[in-house]
């Protein structure tokens, strides 16, 4: 079934995207007639059995059942839609948007001009790393409603994917002005991290929790909450960390997001053996390679060498799939700096933003391109980020570039965050004599 799904969404079955004035009724029957195989393939992917049995795979089957019996309603496709995109989110499943998209698309067939299609088409993009796309989708909803608080919060998630700070920062603040939710909460804490202000953030992440505590769907909330939770395990706060991500536990047991995240607090804590079975529970309910690479450092703690080699084999497996997190985990780990280099430098390619510019810095240093690592590091700091792995990769960049007055800072910064990341504690403490 997948296959189907996205042979019809990459494949421009439909032709051109629709176009954004809307038809009148009598035009869009005709228009039915005319795409009626492609559409029957959209109302297969839409319709496709939910993969679960939980009470959001049973409303989708009810929304399902009534778009069957109501099959030019665009406002039932959408709702499908929607709930695609929610159940992508709470089970980690990046191919349930495909599904979306399709049932998004099978609306906008009824109702071209149907700003609710277009903002799911929007979460798509962002999904799939498109994000001039999404911006153009955003633009458009917001052409004929600025005031679209979904579609300005693609706006801002897409333009942030981009480097261009100062754009998402402007989006995120008018749809904290139109409506103070959390989405526009979350988004404006995260800015605030982004931007330097963790504490600043911290409050936002509560404001965002406690808009959405309430919601039926409780992965918004928890995801907040995990969110919250990493800047307390960033600080150090790892008994902080973990009272935060028990939280987010308690709305959703099985989020693979607040069990990699606690593994990763208690392994700081040196508690290898209880990190173990959360970072396993993460790793197969959400199989990426954030969470493989996890899994590795915990089984390197255990000295599990059976773990560690498959942890390896699944991080190397997983690379095709996320290639800046593979390039990542390269030079992290000092392997591979010339293939670090390039993916990381492909992915600068489609977004200039920080993080991808930390990568890429450090892939540099340990290609011994130190040059190269000092201007993609100088980019990489230009918001004033305080993450602890950013920083410390800064002083490690300063340090080959004969700033001797960088050794000291790395001391700070370890006795500081003394478990800030397994590989580069390590390498901090030799360069530091400690």
């Known amino acids: 079934m997948q296959r189907i799904v996205l042979l019809v969404l990459a494949g421009g079955i ?4 629709p176009s954004p004035p809307a038809a009148s009724s ?19 992917a839409a319709l496709s059995p939910p993969p679960g049995k939980g009470p959001l795979d049973a409303a989708l089957l009810k929304e399902q059942a009534a778009a069957k019996a109501n099959p030019l309603r665009a406002d039932l496709w959408i709702v499908i839609a929607q709930s695609w995109v929610r159940l992508a989110r709470n089970a980690s499943d990046k191919s349930l948007y495909a599904n979306a998209e399709a049932a998004a698309r099978r609306a906008l067939a009824i109702e071209p001009a149907n700003a609710a299609a277009h903002n799911v088409r929007g979460l798509v993009m962002l999904d799939q790393h498109r994000f001039k796309e999404a911006i153009e989708a955003a633009n458009a909803v917001l052409a004929a409603d600025p005031t679209n608080s979904m579609a300005l919060g693609t706006l801002s998630d897409a333009n942030l994917e981009l480097g261009q700070i100062e754009a998402a920062t402007d989006a995120a603040q008018k749809m904290l002005d139109q409506k103070p939710n959390l989405p526009s909460y979350a988004r404006a804490a995260h800015l605030k991290y982004v931007t330097g202000d963790p504490d600043a953030a911290k409050v936002l992440y509560r404001l965002a929790f406690d808009a959405g505590r309430g919601q039926q769907d409780r992965e918004p909330a928890a995801w907040v909450l995990v969110e919250a939770a990493e800047l307390f395990r960033l600080e150090a706060d790892y008994e902080g960390a973990i009272a ?22 208690l392994l700081a804590l040196g508690r290898a053996d209880d990190a ?12 990426d390679l954030r969470t493989a690479w996890l899994l590795e450092d915990v089984c390197l703690a255990l000295r599990d060498d059976p773990c560690v080699a498959q942890a390896r084999s699944d991080v190397t497996t997983l690379g095709e799939k996320d290639t800046l997190a593979y390039a990542d985990y390269l030079s992290i780990r000092n392997e591979q700096p010339d293939r670090a280099v390039e993916l990381a430098t492909d992915e600068l390619a489609q977004r200039a933003n920080s993080e991808v510019q930390r990568v890429l810095a450090f892939a540099q240093y340990r290609a011994g391109n130190l040059g190269e690592a000092q201007k993609a590091s100088a980019l990489a700091n230009r918001h004033g980020t305080t993450n602890p792995v950013l920083r410390y ?42």
Request: net charge negative.
């Open 276 to 287: 173990r079975p959360l970072a396993e529970q993460a790793g197969k309910a959400r199989p």
């Open 26 to 44: 009598e035009s869009q029957g005709v228009a039915n007639e005319a795409v009626a195989p492609e559409v029957r393939l959209l109302e297969f």
């Open 14 to 17: 439909l032709g051109c995207e």
């Open 244 to 265: 935060g991500f028990d939280v987010a536990l308690e709305r959703l047991s099985n989020f693979p997001p607040a069990l990699a995240g606690k593994a990763r607090a």
């Open 393 to 434: 990769q800064t002083l490690a960049i300063r340090l080959a570039n004969a700033d001797e007055g960088a050794r000291s800072e790395i001391a700070t910064l370890v006795g500081e965050r003394p478990a800030f990341e397994p590989t580069l504690v390590k390498e901090a403490a030799a360069l530091t004599g400690q």
